[in-house]
């Protein structure tokens, strides 16, 4: 009874998205683990590894799509959430090494030793365990933008100045965590993992269910934030998009509403950090970049702002362009396609791609009902 009324409650493309990422989840492993890599339906483990960068990039942008597209935040330093997220698990993963680095030292990393550290600081206390690890992940991210959004909202920073804001953030952030004498691997960040809860990392089953995992927090931060968007809170974080100050002028409490979807949207986005780590072999103080957070919001911009779905399908896109060009002689214009994709998508489809097709999908159904002489049902409404 209840996954029917769920079943209902969900509209054409939401149902589609879910359908799509719940479909990848069962037949990644399928034609990874069992077909036989003859079959011209195998997928290369390589390829996995990069469709869960992928995805977690997706999660990535949805999570700024809960703050951009509905509540009006334009947020340049969402990488940084992201990244806190990945040095978390990282500092899990290096813990996990234990004796077999480079110098053997049961308790100290290995740049630590290089570093003539002597004794683990105290913040790497706790990080050998799973669950505390875990609970960083989200908690680090969460309580940083729980505390700046705080400060921001209360004291009513909007606009250009509030993206400033978080663009200095993630580059304060970068700058810290290059300094050797934070312990975190200076320049160099946190790599060499061997496993992760007892499974060795580059293994091919333990690759595929990383990719499975980070389809499931795909499916599993829409509908959180879905549910959020589509609730009466939800219809609040629009009216603050839309009209700020009339919203507060009718009573509502701008700054909780806002403070709240900025908490959410850091922990989905340190979430996504944390899968992203172990895939991809390597956390450093290059993914605090402020180009990384400009180039999620690309993300959102080509795949449709405020459509959640399209924030997804805009990360799977750019990303995917930027693997083709990056690999081959067009490597050097790589920023120059990405500006020329902004610009184009800025000027003909303001809406994204998701909301292009959808007014292209609205008109042929007014044009079809007219043509037929009948009164045009309503479209549901994402």
Same mark, same amino acid.
């Given at each position: 009874?209840?996954?029917?009324?769920?079943?209902?409650?969900?509209?054409?493309?939401?149902?589609?998205?879910?359908?799509?990422?719940?479909?990848?989840?069962?037949? $990644?492993?399928?034609?990874?683990?069992?077909?036989?890599? &003859?079959?011209?339906?195998?997928?290369?483990?390589?390829?996995?590894?990069?469709?869960?960068?992928?995805?977690?990039?997706?999660?990535?942008?949805?999570?700024?799509?809960?703050?951009? +597209?509905?509540? +009006?935040?334009?947020?340049?330093?969402?990488?940084?959430?992201?990244?806190?997220?990945?040095?978390?698990?990282?500092?899990?993963?290096?813990?996990?090494?234990?004796?077999?680095?480079?110098?053997?030292?049961? $308790?100290?990393?290995?740049?630590?030793?290089?570093?003539?550290?002597?004794?683990?600081?105290?913040?790497?206390?706790?990080?050998?365990?799973?669950?505390?690890?875990?609970?960083?992940?989200?908690?680090?991210?969460?309580?940083?933008?729980?505390?700046?959004?705080?400060?921001?909202?209360?004291?009513?920073?909007?606009?250009?100045?509030?993206?400033?804001?978080?663009?200095?953030? &993630?580059?304060?952030?970068?700058?810290?965590?290059?300094?050797?004498?934070?312990?975190?691997?200076?320049?160099?960040?946190?790599?060499?993992?061997?496993?992760?809860?007892? #499974?060795?990392?580059?293994?091919?089953?333990?690759?595929?269910?990383?990719?499975?995992?980070?389809?499931?927090?795909?499916?599993?931060? #829409?509908?959180?934030?879905?549910?959020?968007?589509?609730?009466?809170?939800?219809?609040?974080?629009?009216?603050?998009?839309?009209?700020?100050?009339? &919203?507060? #002028?009718?009573?509502?409490?701008?700054?909780?509403?806002?403070?709240?979807?900025?908490?959410?949207?850091?922990?989905?986005?340190?979430?996504?950090?944390?899968?992203?780590?172990?895939?991809?072999?390597? $956390?450093?103080?290059?993914?605090?970049?402020?180009?990384?957070? $400009?180039?999620?919001?690309?993300?959102?911009?080509? +795949?449709?702002?405020?459509?959640?779905?399209?924030?997804?399908?805009?990360?799977? &896109?750019?990303?995917?362009?930027?693997?083709?060009? *990056? @690999? +081959?002689?067009?490597?050097?214009?790589?920023?120059?396609?990405?500006?020329?994709?902004?610009?184009?998508? *800025?000027?003909?489809?303001?809406?994204?791609?998701?909301? @292009?097709?959808?007014?292209?999908?609205?008109?042929?159904?007014?044009?079809?009902?007219?043509?037929?002489?009948?009164?045009?049902?309503?479209?549901?409404?994402?």
């Amino acid at each position: 009874m209840i996954t029917r009324r769920f079943i209902e409650n969900l509209d054409h493309r939401a149902a589609w998205f879910l359908g799509v990422i719940l479909g990848a989840a069962v037949l $990644i492993p399928v034609l990874n683990l069992l077909v036989p890599p &003859t079959s011209p339906f195998h997928v290369p483990t390589y390829a996995v590894a990069l469709l869960g960068k992928y995805v977690c990039y997706a999660v990535l942008a949805l999570a700024l799509d809960l703050v951009w +597209g509905y509540c +009006g935040i334009l947020s340049l330093g969402h990488a940084a959430f992201f990244a806190l997220g990945g040095y978390a698990m990282g500092m899990y993963l290096m813990r996990q090494i234990g004796s077999r680095g480079v110098y053997a030292n049961p $308790i100290l990393p290995d740049f630590m030793v290089f570093l003539n550290w002597t004794e683990l600081p105290w913040y790497w206390y706790g990080f050998s365990s799973f669950p505390f690890a875990m609970l960083m992940v989200v908690a680090v991210p969460g309580l940083l933008a729980f505390a700046f959004g705080w400060l921001a909202f209360r004291s009513r920073v909007t606009g250009v100045y509030l993206s400033i804001i978080t663009q200095a953030l &993630t580059y304060a952030l970068l700058l810290a965590f290059f300094r050797n004498d934070m312990g975190f691997g200076g320049n160099n960040g946190l790599t060499d993992f061997k496993d992760i809860l007892g #499974f060795p990392i580059q293994a091919q089953g333990t690759r595929v269910v990383l990719c499975v995992l980070s389809l499931l927090l795909l499916a599993t931060a #829409f509908l959180v934030a879905r549910g959020m968007v589509r609730s009466t809170y939800g219809k609040v974080l629009v009216a603050i998009r839309d009209a700020e100050s009339r &919203t507060r #002028f009718l009573g509502y409490r701008v700054e909780h509403y806002k403070l709240f979807a900025f908490t959410v949207s850091a922990c989905i986005a340190g979430l996504a950090g944390a899968l992203y780590v172990p895939q991809v072999g390597i $956390i450093n103080p290059s993914e605090f970049a402020p180009a990384n957070s $400009i180039e999620a919001v690309i993300w959102v911009a080509v +795949g449709g702002r405020g459509t959640l779905v399209g924030a997804a399908i805009g990360a799977f &896109t750019v990303n995917f362009l930027k693997s083709v060009f *990056t @690999t +081959g002689a067009l490597a050097p214009y790589w920023l120059f396609a990405l500006g020329s994709l902004f610009v184009i998508v *800025t000027l003909v489809m303001p809406k994204g791609i998701v909301g @292009t097709v959808s007014d292209l999908l609205e008109k042929r159904r007014l044009h079809a009902g007219k043509r037929n002489g009948q009164a045009p049902l309503p479209s549901a409404a994402e």
